[in-house]
């Protein structure tokens, strides 16, 4: 089974600051199966990014997607109070992983 | 629009059957697979497994089988998971999601959830 790893666990910024979170793969992954979700408190998961780069419907170009093979990143440009969340990376081998998360705080 | 409403929250002893429902509408049902996730307390998202809602075909994660049943209604355009033999880390917010593409493309991923359901496992 393919195991996801993010980090940081948690990382904290101020508005307009940028975030780099990280997503390593146990083996190689393809890109059109890797995917971003957010995740606020009492909510279901929103998909931000699939296809490792492209942004879902509606998400804001604040938002991008890069990497392949075992190492993906997803940046927040620009941070607004609104981006506090959790997110998630997600990949589909023979079947569905999430990594374990990585929860942005906005000072 | 799409739209995927799931059945109530539930309280369950240890060692019963639990069955949450996910109503789905706004797309053609049959084309894209339906996922099971669930979350517990305070913790990340755990892939349940999947069903392909033409067929009926599933596929589930190592850790649930035996114990787990995903079944469809398409003349409803619902899907059902059973989980049985319940404990108490069983207690979570179980969520069905929908693949974005349909079943013969290749992108992997759920853009639409339904609400998600808590099941509490408790004596």
């Known amino acids: 089974e393919i195991v996801l790893t993010q980090s940081p666990g948690t990382v904290s910024l101020s508005p307009g600051e940028r975030a780099t979170l990280s997503c390593r793969s146990s083996?190689?992954?393809?890109?059109?199966?890797l995917g971003w979700y957010q995740q606020k408190p009492g909510q279901p998961p929103r998909l931000l990014i699939y296809?490792?780069?492209t942004r879902a419907t509606g998400i804001p170009d604040r938002f991008s997607g890069s990497g392949s093979g075992t190492d993906f990143t997803l940046a927040i440009s620009r941070l607004e109070p609104e981006d506090s969340a959790v997110y998630y990376c997600?990949?589909?081998?023979?079947?569905?992983?999430f990594g374990p998360g990585t929860k942005v705080e906005i000072k | 629009q799409v739209q995927l409403v799931q059945s109530g929250a539930e309280l369950k002893k240890p060692g019963a059957s639990v069955t949450v429902s996910c109503r789905t509408s706004?797309?053609?049902?049959?084309?894209?697979?339906l996922h099971w996730v669930r979350q517990a307390p305070g913790q990340g998202l755990e892939w349940m497994g999947r069903?392909?809602?033409?067929?009926?075909?599933?596929t589930y994660a190592q850790k649930f089988q035996g114990r787990v049943t995903m079944t469809r209604d398409t003349s409803t355009n619902t899907a059902y998971l059973e989980l049985s033999s319940l404990i108490s880390d069983d207690t979570a917010i179980y969520y069905c999601?929908?693949?974005?593409?349909?079943?013969?493309?290749?992108?992997?991923?759920?853009?639409?959830w339904g609400q998600g359901t808590l099941v509490t496992v408790s004596s």
């Open positions: 296809g490792a780069s």
């Open positions: 706004g797309y053609t049902f049959k084309f894209h697979y």
């Open positions: 997600q990949q589909y081998g023979n079947s569905f992983t």
């Open positions: 083996q190689s992954i393809s890109s059109s199966y």
């Open positions: 999601a929908k693949e974005k593409t349909p079943k013969w493309e290749v992108v992997r991923v759920c853009d639409y």
């Open positions: 069903i392909n809602p033409d067929s009926g075909g599933t």
